[in-house]
């Protein structure tokens, strides 16, 4: 478990949350609202789906997984 919350907003794109996950070193991020209330969780797996960028999600995965 991480010992800080790690988290994107919902209207950050997926380059963003990537960043973040690639800097920290997770497999998920939850997305808040700017009013900072839960509204999902970003996962490893949406980077490798949700986007045609196959550069990102690979780099993604090996950052992560370092």
Do not use: F, H, W
């Amino acid at each position: 478990m991480s010992p800080e919350v790690i988290y994107c907003y919902d209207d950050d794109d997926i380059q963003a949350a990537s960043r973040i996950m690639q800097e920290k070193q997770v497999r998920r991020i939850l997305v808040l609202n700017r009013a900072k209330r839960l509204v999902g969780i970003v996962s490893l797996g949406d980077v490798a789906t949700e986007t045609v960028d196959r550069d990102l999600s690979g780099k993604t995965l090996e950052r992560v997984s370092q």
